[in-house]
């Protein structure tokens, strides 16, 4: 499919070594980016999607390990980026993990890591990409949320992740509104269940999962030039699904 040019722009995705993350940041990669493969402990994984994404048209491509719940490695993580392939103009939140028990049986350790990776770890990387962008008078930020997380869901089951999905989207709305006056847009794309799940439910929207094109859609129209009018959005790739706790 065809994306918007990105010849000029540096582009970091979290958590881009495998998953989800490694599709979106392959796709900006097929623009032209310059591309910052993150890991925090898949090195050689980060190392064959940087290979991949040379091999695609990205016009650099680096690895960069960090840990985005801790502030100190963020700003590591940005400067070595920053020293490298410039100041990030896209910045992708993929990182989080998640939980699949009832809250009941999770430990806090668990239930703190979910929130860490998810929301805290959302929170810190953007903070810290905005000063060069709010500089620059342009930016892009994509964050991963999660399908009907904004709708109040409330299955017992991975609530600590349904919790982090739903500030996710809140921490959306809110960082576009404070940046509305400076050339940068806040938006999130927020998927049910994606072709590399693990696991998959017994009915699925569609009769299929997302797959990694479905979130690319959203991912390239975010990312256009034209799309600088459309901030604090999320778009939810779900098929329609439909929770029956909300």
Request: with cysteine; charged share 20%; aromatic share 8%.
């Amino acid at each position: 499919m065809d994306g918007p040019d990105l010849s000029n722009q540096t582009v970091l995705v979290t958590g881009s070594a495998k998953g989800v993350g490694r599709r979106l940041l392959l796709a900006t990669a097929d623009c032209g980016a310059k591309t910052a493969v993150h890991y925090h402990t898949s090195a050689d994984a980060a190392r064959e999607v940087a290979d991949a994404a040379r091999e695609r048209g990205a016009a650099e491509a680096m690895t960069i390990q960090g840990d985005v719940t801790d502030p100190e490695s963020v700003d590591g993580l940005f400067a070595a980026v920053e020293s490298e392939l410039g100041s990030v103009d896209v910045l992708v939140n993929n990182v989080g993990d998640f939980a699949p028990a009832h809250w009941a049986d999770i430990e806090f350790e668990t239930w703190n890591r979910v929130l860490e990776t998810n929301l805290n770890g959302t929170y810190l990387c953007s903070k810290r990409a905005l000063p060069a962008m709010r500089g620059n008078g342009y930016g892009r930020i994509v964050n991963i949320g999660y399908a009907s997380a904004e709708k109040g869901l409330v299955n017992p089951t991975n609530f600590p992740y349904f919790v982090a999905k739903a500030g996710v989207v809140m921490f959306t709305r809110m960082l576009a509104a404070d940046t509305q006056d400076d050339g940068i847009t806040v938006n999130a794309i927020s998927p049910y269940v994606v072709e590399n799940s693990d696991e998959f439910p017994d009915e699925l929207p569609r009769d299929r999962p997302a797959n990694f094109a479905d979130l690319v859609q959203p991912l390239y129209f975010f990312l256009d030039p034209d799309s600088g009018y459309v901030s604090g959005e999320n778009i939810e790739v779900d098929g329609g699904w439909l929770p029956e706790h909300v």
